[in-house]
């Protein structure tokens, strides 16, 4: 690949991530991911963010750079917004090949350029809203936004162009192949690219959330016309939408998020599973998109992005050994951990003798401000009257999820 011209002295260097790879050793990625890094060029070039050292990906890099005229020993300065190895695993290797590039980065990213990259030379530590002139009038303003996606994390804002080089804010899954820019996306490539952003964020940024809104609000009087983010499509017609996006991801932390309905479910020997599809008529007496995943085939990956923008959620699960169904139990566990909060949230699942699924789920649950209604409860296989209930009951849920959005 060539680098991406978006304007007079600023290119994108965005090398691809095939889908085979597990993104932070844990997320699926079906449709991939790039790498974004930027040169901005003005009488001296500097050079955000950078590229993980992975399947030959640094000679891809090399190739963008080259494409441009530019080897790594040509680079000034290297502005570093974030430390995490998918930026920076490649760098101890750019570093051998240009030792004197200025390191430009915030004081607690500092100490990770250290273990991470064996680094302690050249190296500037940024104050919040400091300023690098290159020349030409291309300047460079350094806020830092932490929590976005670590504690050590900025953004840099070119000002003459108005580009604000976001690194994981307003990033997504899906790699970048001939489209780079928004206003190059078909209305099916645009929806494609939010999708891949809300699962992308439900992965990587969720549980961060507070920290975005603050991070939004903090750049609110930048005159921001392109987002350039280490990840994903570059937003220069209408960098609002990704903003607004994320915004909205954001604000499903303290719900509600949107009118929808998640039913996950699990089962052995099918007793459970008998009431799935009553349960999903219910909710469809109220008119209310449902997404139905079944675990443990469905990964939590992708169910994390369902729940996060669903407002309701209905957990199908049988007792095994005195408490949830394993494979429910992780998808529940990692809810905790991204914060999946202020839901509807109803319950349903079969069991053998005593039960228990419900006390775990109880516990579990207990820090997540869910609201639960009456939990369809039965031994062995379902009846009529469970048939019954998992369509009044899934009718019910979808009720409260409407009363909660019209709030
Ligand atoms: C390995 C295993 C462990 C189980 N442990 C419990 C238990 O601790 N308490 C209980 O009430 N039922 C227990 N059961 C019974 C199941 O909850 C019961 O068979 C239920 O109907 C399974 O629902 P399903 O058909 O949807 O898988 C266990 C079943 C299995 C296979
Ligand atoms: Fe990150
Ligand atoms: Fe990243």
Not at 63 to 75: F, G, R, V
Request: with cysteine; glycine share 6%; aromatic share 10%.
């Amino acid at each position: 690949m060539k680098a991406v011209k978006i304007t007079e002295g600023i290119h994108c260097l965005p090398v691809n991530l095939e889908s085979y790879q597990l993104f932070e050793g844990m997320w699926p990625m079906p449709n991939g991911i790039s790498i974004n890094s930027y040169v901005v060029q003005g009488d001296k070039t500097a050079l955000i963010d950078l590229i993980e050292d992975v399947n030959g990906k640094p000679a891809d890099f090399e190739a963008e750079l080259q494409s441009i005229s530019l080897a790594p020993k040509d680079i000034d300065y290297l502005i570093i917004n974030h430390m995490e190895p998918d930026h920076t695993s490649w760098l101890p290797i750019f570093h051998r090949k240009n030792p004197d590039v200025q390191i430009y980065l915030t004081a607690k990213a500092a100490p990770l350029l250290k273990t991470f990259g064996g680094i302690e030379e050249n190296v500037h530590v940024i104050s919040d809203g400091e300023s690098l002139d290159l020349g030409q009038g291309k300047i460079l303003t350094f806020y830092e936004t932490p929590n976005i996606h670590w504690p050590e994390t900025m953004m840099t804002f070119e000002q003459s162009s108005g580009t604000l080089f976001s690194c994981d804010a307003f990033g997504s899954y899906g790699t970048l192949n001939d489209v780079y820019f928004d206003d190059q996306l078909s209305t099916t490539q645009h929806d494609f690219f939010i999708n891949e952003a809300l699962r992308y964020y439900a992965n990587i940024v969720a549980s961060f959330s507070t920290f975005v809104t603050k991070g939004i609000n903090r750049l609110a009087d930048l005159d921001v016309k392109v987002i350039a983010p280490s990840h994903g499509i570059i937003w220069r017609e209408n960098p609002r939408a990704i903003i607004d996006s994320y915004s909205r991801f954001a604000s499903y932390l303290n719900g509600p998020a949107e009118p929808e309905v998640t039913v996950i479910w699990s089962s052995m020997y099918g007793n459970t599973e008998k009431l799935v599809n009553n349960i999903v008529q219910g909710v469809r007496k109220e008119g209310l998109p449902v997404h139905v995943h079944r675990v443990p085939e469905e990964h939590v990956g992708v169910i994390l992005a369902s729940a996060w923008k669903s407002s309701g959620l209905i957990l199908g699960m049988p007792t095994y050994e005195y408490e949830m169904f394993p494979p429910m139990a992780w998808v529940i566990d990692m809810f905790r951990r991204k914060k999946v909060w202020n839901k509807k949230v109803l319950r349903f699942g079969s069991a053998g003798w005593s039960g228990g699924a419900q006390r775990e789920l109880t516990a579990l649950t207990e820090k997540l401000k869910w609201d639960f209604i009456d939990p369809i409860e039965w031994k062995g296989a379902p009846t009529e009257t469970e048939l019954q209930l998992a369509l009044q009951q899934g009718q019910a849920l979808a009720q409260q999820v409407k009363e909660f959005c019209a709030r």
